[in-house]
């Protein structure tokens, strides 16, 4: 049973930083996507990053327009904690993020089949 738990939400300023990490068990897949999705309050969930898995090695990242150059994602070396560094936060940040995954790494962006439970980031302005 695959299980992701996130962490490191919480309240920042504008033009700061905060990380996220989520940490996956249960994994049985030689290859999978993992990433993050956000949705604050009234709006849908939205994409916000992704990373594929492939034979033990993690490949490029993409993100949606609105984090480009702001957000990073990366892995640890097992590739089972996932990190997203935000930095220059603005209020439009605001939003609970989850944590997803997917054994088919290009569903990743759009249908993950396994979310986290969620953690909230607000930032002020």
């Known amino acids: 049973q695959v299980q992701l738990v996130e962490a490191g939400g919480g309240l920042a300023q504008a033009g700061g930083s905060l990380r996220l990490s989520c940490a996956a068990s249960?994994?049985?897949?030689?290859?999978?996507?993992m990433g993050w999705f956000r949705q604050a309050p009234g709006k849908e969930r939205e994409f916000v990053a992704a990373?594929?898995?492939?034979?033990?090695?993690?490949?490029?990242?993409r993100y949606a327009d609105s984090v480009k150059g702001r957000f990073t994602v990366s892995t640890d070396s097992t590739g089972n904690v996932l990190y997203l560094q935000m930095n220059d936060l603005k209020s439009e940040d605001t939003a609970i993020y989850y944590c997803?995954?997917?054994?088919?790494?290009?569903?990743?962006?759009?249908?993950?089949?396994?979310w986290g439970q969620g953690t909230q980031v607000t930032v002020s302005s």
């Open positions: 249960g994994l049985s897949f030689g290859a999978y996507g």
């Open positions: 997803v995954l997917d054994e088919d790494w290009t569903m990743v962006p759009t249908q993950p089949r396994y």
């Open positions: 990373m594929p898995r492939i034979g033990g090695l993690t490949l490029g990242a």
